[in-house]
């Protein structure tokens, strides 16, 4: 499907594989990191684990195949959002986009990629959090200005967007989506309109919003990319080939410059806005703004890549330091350590080594689940049906067994898992948190749900204890989450754990994810 509007080019797939997906109509479920089940939700497909927003990613090199580079970006920030991909190529004449529902490789195929030739991409994957689950949501968006098309892709989540599409609503004919992501590029589209130059449009676009965004923006006079005041989502940097060429990649974590071979360069830094032009060995830095840096701290526990690298080293040190630190803060008489895979697989090996109990693989994942339209029957869903993980009675049976997973949400899948480990023959469960307890829902650009389905907003340890038919469960500390870090401990958002929201949030938002009294664990901190 095809749409020509001149400078633009947008196109769309839908394959006879995949069901109807007409826009405004489609609500797919996408898959968590590591859910017990079917694909990490439980009966009414809410999700048991945080789930990321976005990625983004975007390539400025003349004589590269840019598109295909693109893809390859967002193929490795695919865990970064399954609902949704896109990328937008311009060449000397034009924008191509392409966007649809689905992954990065159901979305795109070489012929499509060989359509869209050029020297700049800019691309996205989505998991919706402001906006739902639609074709139209599909980013990048492409708007036309007086100086020619840009196209924008946003990772983060806007804790203003009512006031900022209120100050915008005299355009509200021309919105095609439901998206804080469109508003930014209305409010860019608007600061060109008045006269303004790209790179101060982009920061009077910036100043208007307030929340979680990290932003790539693709322009007739190179690529831009940008990071809020407190820097909440990453957005790293590196070049293509040797400096001399000025080819350059902007990508939300650094497993997309290692993907297609670029070296890391530096992270966009919080508050910070770079301009690179085609061409240019020498990027143009400057602050846009100044606030303390205020990293999300669940991109490191869990979200992002663990080859993906923060503060100088890969997040897989860092998952296993947190769980030596959850070892010493917790330890428990046990004959094995399992972790959930994957992303509890570095902090049990942590646990293990601080410990000295036995690392063991006691539950094994299915490596080629891919998104599954099939829902199972409740019969089904009642015989524990075990889609992506399961237990190995070999390993477990007999054993006294500490599993370690790297968070807990609402416990529906906890406890799944664990009456699995029983029925594989384990004499003991005990469950190790790398992370504290989950007390407060995030606003920047996470799914933790609402506060209402926290468990640990609403019940005692006791009490989760005994709802997840454990024999013990303990939380990695605060303190030990961020010293882990080996950064400052000021520089990173807690809020999920501890309620301290960097960003002011109004009542209207706030109520928007039932905040509560606090209750249960939360009531401690
Ligand atoms: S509230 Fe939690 S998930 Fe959201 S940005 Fe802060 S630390 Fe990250």
């Not at 639609?134 to 806007?158: D, I, S, Y």
């Not at 293509?240 to 966009?268: K, M, T």
Request: net charge negative; with cysteine.
């Amino acid at each position: 499907m095809g749409q020509d509007e001149g400078d633009v080019t947008v196109t769309r797939r839908v394959s006879p594989a995949e069901p109807p997906v007409e826009p405004g109509v489609a609500a797919v479920p996408s898959l968590s990191h590591a859910g017990f089940g079917l694909d990490g939700r439980d009966g009414d497909h809410r999700p048991d684990k945080p789930e990321e927003a976005c990625g983004v990613f975007a390539v400025l090199a003349a004589d590269q195949a840019v598109a295909n580079l693109t893809y390859f970006g967002l193929y490795a920030l695919q865990h970064r959002g399954q609902e949704s991909a896109g990328i937008a190529v311009f060449d000397d004449v034009k924008v191509r986009l392409h966007k649809d529902m689905g992954l990065v490789s159901q979305v795109f195929d070489q012929e499509v990629l060989e359509r869209m030739p050029g020297q700049l991409a800019v691309g996205h994957n989505r998991y919706s959090t402001t906006g739902s689950s639609k074709v139209c949501n599909a980013q990048p968006v492409v708007l036309m200005t007086r100086l020619g098309p840009f196209a924008l892709a946003h990772n983060g989540n806007l804790v203003n967007a009512s006031e900022l599409r209120a100050s915008l609503d005299h355009l509200a004919g021309e919105f095609t989506s439901t998206t804080d992501s469109e508003l930014i590029a209305f409010a860019v589209q608007e600061a060109v309109g008045s006269g303004l130059g790209w790179n101060a449009a982009i920061r009077a676009a910036a100043a208007r919003c307030r929340g979680a965004f990290s932003l790539v923006i693709g322009t007739p006079d190179g690529l831009f990319a940008l990071r809020d005041g407190h820097g909440i989502r990453p957005l790293v940097f590196g070049m293509l080939g040797e400096p001399e060429q000025g080819q350059w990649v902007a990508s939300s974590e650094s497993c997309g410059l290692d993907i297609i071979g670029a070296c890391f360069v530096d992270d966009v830094q919080p508050g910070e806005l770079i301009h690179f032009r085609q061409a240019d060995p020498i990027p143009e830095r400057q602050r846009w703004c100044e606030e303390p840096s205020k990293l999300c701290i669940f991109e490191m526990i869990y979200f992002a890549r663990p080859d993906s690298r923060f503060f100088g080293e890969s997040l897989y040190s860092y998952r296993v330091r947190i769980g030596e630190v959850l070892a010493r803060e917790n330890p428990v008489v046990a004959d094995i350590v399992i972790g959930v895979p994957d992303s509890g697989i570095p902090a049990a090996i942590g646990y293990s080594h601080a410990s000295g109990i036995p690392f063991a693989d006691g539950l094994i994942k299915n490596r080629y689940v891919g998104r599954t339209f099939i829902q199972p029957t409740q019969a089904m869903r009642e015989a524990g049906i075990r889609v992506k993980l399961n237990p190995l009675p070999d390993v477990l049976c007999g054993k006294r067994v500490v599993v370690i997973d790297d968070s807990i949400v609402r416990g529906t899948t906890s406890r799944k898992l664990v009456a699995a480990l029983r029925d594989a023959g384990a004499t003991e469960v005990h469950m190790r948190i790398s992370s504290p307890p989950v007390t407060h829902p995030c606003f920047y650009g996470i799914d933790t749900d609402t506060q209402d389905h926290l468990i640990a907003a609403r019940l005692t340890l006791e009490e989760i204890e005994r709802h997840l038919g454990v024999d013990s469960l303990s939380y990695l500390s605060k303190e030990g989450m961020v010293e882990a870090a080996h950064a400052n401990s000021s520089h990173f958002c807690t809020a999920c754990f501890d309620g301290n929201y960097p960003i002011d949030l109004d009542e209207e938002v706030r109520s928007s994810k039932l905040m509560l009294e606090p209750t249960g664990l939360a009531a401690r901190v």
